[in-house]
């Protein structure tokens, strides 16, 4: 739906065909159920468990481990995951193992949300360890820098899910979750909303556009969550979504 | 407009072509990704031939999704070429002619694309099942045991691509930002 209405307000004529190709793909992709992009992503999986829920009759990091493993066979959808990274980069053949996140929270279900996360766009993620003095203006000079650097890798128009407090793993793991919120959705605290605003405007500014083409929409939207940080630090997390932006969700 | 081009590609079809140009490849390309290009300049190190005749061919960075039943390649969308860059002036000098991928490449391949009389074209990325349909025939050449990243050879028809970079300087990355970048902060 985004995708679509950006076609329509695009100005570049390329940008609108690079779209509509986009469109076109997701389209056959649906009907003939194959994989739309060939990167089928790490499987980055969140858990939100209910402390009345109690997991039984086995290992539940196994479990979800089982449930990657039969989806990407049954699904045709490559498997992208290497063991030892630094040197024989050894395929693990059956894209595990996830990588798994647990939140304990209130309630007796277990919610599970599967983001299939794509190496292109991951690639471009950044943190950046910024300074109390670099303020709000330092927020959004290193989410331009980013986005420029990052041009046509992340397939845009992508999603920018930028982290702002915490300690670094935290504002990175703060930039990922806010690639799940619904486009259109902005947070819900009024400052932050207007950076949202004011970053989505200066990304489209760059005019990478749709595959780095040229063009007015480079971001479908720009998502900040915020944690407290400490006295001495403000970091910052960006992480990229490509246009997909692959995720589902379930409760049981 | 998009013209149809008949692969391999000839000095003469590469000087015809510009920044910007959508082009429908048809014929034979061979598909290699990143563990490909490193062990494909290992090989060459060793002064050992490489597993295919790369003279003339075109090269399309890409790692498929696996084959439903009755298909013939799975999902077959680009992967993003920089990661190739270290590799890629070395291929080009030995006779590589045609490279697909996305995304910018660095000053040195640009300049080995000049020197060398090559063009790199882009496929859009994450249409991976749209692309798949111009894939008539592929098959394991080289490198089975890297599995989605083995060396494939692809007969396509009508592969839609752009080019990014033609032999005259062109670099459309950055000609189409700078067109509708605005500036100031």
């Known amino acids: 739906m985004a995708l679509k209405k950006e076609k329509d307000n695009e100005e570049s004529p ?56 039969q989806a990407y066979k049954s699904g045709f959808l490559r498997k992208s995951i290497v063991k030892q990274p630094f040197s024989a980069r050894v395929n693990t053949g059956d894209n595990t193992p996830a990588i798994i996140y647990t939140d304990v929270v209130p309630g007796d279900r277990l919610r599970i949300i599967v983001m299939p996360k794509g190496g292109g766009a991951e690639n471009m993620g950044r943190l950046v360890m910024l300074t109390p003095a670099a303020g709000r203006q330092g927020i959004i000079d290193n989410v331009i820098k980013a986005m420029d650097e990052a041009g046509s890798n992340p397939c845009p128009p992508v999603i920018i899910g930028v982290g702002v407090g915490g300690c670094a793993e935290k504002t990175m793991m703060l930039a990922k979750k806010a690639l799940l919120r619904k486009i259109g959705e902005h947070n819900p605290d009024v400052e932050i909303a207007e950076l949202e605003k004011e970053l989505l405007q200066k990304v489209n500014g760059l005019g990478i556009g749709p595959m780095g083409y040229g063009g007015r929409t480079t971001a479908l939207a720009v998502n900040v969550e915020v944690f407290p940080s400490h006295l001495a630090s403000m970091p910052l997390a960006i992480n990229f979504s490509c246009h997909s932006s692959r995720h589902k969700e379930t409760v049981i | 407009m998009q013209k ?92 590589l002619k045609g490279m697909i991928g996305k995304g910018k490449r660095t000053q040195a391949v640009q300049d080995a694309i000049r020197k060398y009389k090559a063009v790199y074209f882009a496929a859009i990325g994450g249409a991976g099942a749209l692309l798949s349909k111009s894939i008539k025939k592929a098959d394991i050449i080289a490198y089975a045991e890297l599995g989605a990243e083995a060396i494939r050879r692809l007969e396509v028809e009508d592969f839609p691509v752009t080019v990014i970079n033609d032999i005259y300087g062109g670099d459309l990355y950055e000609q189409g930002t700078a067109k509708y970048r605005i500036a100031g902060k």
């Open chain 1, 14 to 69: 390329v940008a609108k065909e690079v779209l509509a190709q986009i469109i076109k793909n997701a389209a056959i992709a649906g009907k003939e159920q194959i994989a739309l992009c060939q990167d089928c992503g790490t499987a980055v999986v969140f858990l939100e468990l209910g402390q009345e829920a109690h997991i039984v009759d086995g290992d539940l990091v196994a479990a979800v481990n089982e449930g990657v493993r």
């Open chain 2, 4 to 95: 149809r081009i008949n692969l391999p590609l000839t000095d003469e079809i590469i000087a015809g072509l510009k920044t910007g140009d959508n082009i429908l490849l048809s014929g034979v390309m061979y598909v290699a990704r990143d563990a490909a290009h490193k062990r494909m300049i290992e090989t060459l190190d060793k002064g050992q031939p490489l597993p295919f005749e790369i003279k003339g061919q075109t090269i399309y960075y890409m790692g498929p999704a696996p084959a439903k039943p009755g298909t013939v390649i799975g999902s077959a969308g680009p992967t993003t070429s920089y990661r190739m860059d270290p590799f890629t002036p070395r291929l080009l000098e030995i006779g």
